[in-house]
C-alpha cells in the first residue's frame, strides 16, 4: 500500500545501501520502484516466475537481476551478509515455513530486512493460496520473533490491513 511504499522509500533514502534484495518479487513493481528511487545499486529479485520487462519502466540506474527458481533453494545460494537491504512482501502468508525463510533472509541481510504481510483472519476472504494468517501486528511480530537470534531492533507499521516489519540488524 501507499503507506508502507512511503516507509520503503523513506528507510531507503535514509540509508542509500549498495545491495537490495527483493523477495517474492512478483511482477517486478516493488524493484521499478527501487530503481527509481536508487543509483549504483545491485537490485535483486527473486521468484518462482521472472516478471516481464515491459510491464514497468526501468530506468536502468542500477544493476537490476531477476532469479527464477524455488525460493528456498535460491536464498541458500547466497553468502552471510550478501545483501544490506532485504525485502519481502506478501509473500510469507504463501509459504509452509515462515520460520526458515526468516532465518535465511536475516542471514543474507547485513543491514535492514524488511517484512510486509497481511493481517487477516483464516479464510475470511475466500480461499486465497494463504497458508499462514496473521490477525493482527502481534502475531506476525511472534512469528518474525521465533526465528531471531540476533541482537537487532525493530519496529512495526500496520496500515490497512498490513504490517510492515523493520528489523536493523547488528551482526557481530
Not at 46 to 54: F, G, V, Y
Not at 75 to 84: A, D, V
Request: hydrophobic fraction near 35%; charge should be positive.
Amino acid at each position: 500500500n501507499f503507506f508502507h511504499m512511503r516507509l520503503i522509500r523513506h528507510y531507503i533514502s535514509h540509508e542509500s545501501p549498495n545491495s537490495i534484495l527483493d523477495v517474492g518479487c512478483g511482477s517486478g513493481h516493488l524493484i521499478s520502484f527501487l530503481d527509481k528511487l536508487t543509483k549504483k545499486s545491485k537490485i535483486v529479485g527473486i521468484d518462482i516466475e521472472t516478471p516481464e520487462l515491459n510491464k514497468f519502466i526501468y530506468y536502468k540506474n542500477n544493476e537490476i537481476t531477476f532469479l527464477k527458481g524455488k525460493v528456498d533453494n535460491l536464498l541458500k545460494s547466497f553468502e552471510e551478509n550478501s545483501f544490506e537491504f532485504v525485502i519481502c512482501t506478501h509473500f510469507l502468508e504463501h509459504i509452509e515455513n515462515p520460520h526458515y525463510v526468516i532465518r535465511e533472509l536475516r542471514r543474507i541481510c547485513s543491514k535492514t530486512l524488511i517484512l510486509i504481510c497481511p493481517l487477516e483472519k483464516p479464510f475470511k476472504w475466500g480461499f486465497n493460496y494463504h497458508v499462514n494468517f496473521y490477525r493482527n501486528t502481534d502475531a506476525f511480530v511472534k512469528t518474525a520473533l521465533k526465528s531471531k537470534n540476533l541482537n537487532s531492533e525493530f519496529k512495526t507499521h500496520e496500515r490497512i490491513g498490513d504490517t510492515m516489519y523493520v528489523e536493523f540488524i547488528e551482526k557481530r
